[in-house]
């Protein structure tokens, strides 16, 4: 068994998937210039380049293969291309749904505060 078959045989962790966030990358680089950068580890599903002003400079790259993307993770992360050193990381989807969460829980909290702030004032009225 070849070092690439065996590693394709060990467990993964859990954070890994077939989704790469690609951050610090040029305002100008284009599709063409990702595939031929992140399709040298493996085939590619799709790339999506960020396009609006909030987005630019980030990518998702879309494996075929879990050990692919894994595989372009290790090797790009740092790469310099075009002056900029890439960061490549897993996508994790639950992180957005936590950003959510908070939103809701800071909704929540705020309800609270006014039904037991208008509470103690009821209780105030009944000590006088």
Known sequence: MSLAQKNRTAQLPSNVNRIL?????????????????????????QIRLGDVQKTRGTAFVVYEDIYDAKEACDHLQGFNV??????VLYFQANHRSKITDLSKEEERVENLRKRYNSMNRDEEYDMN
């Open 21 to 45: 966030l690609v951050k610090n990358l040029a305002f100008k680089i284009t599709s063409e210039e990702m595939y031929d950068l992140f399709g040298k580890y493996g085939a590619i599903r």
């Open 82 to 87: 075009m002056g900029r050193y890439l960061v």
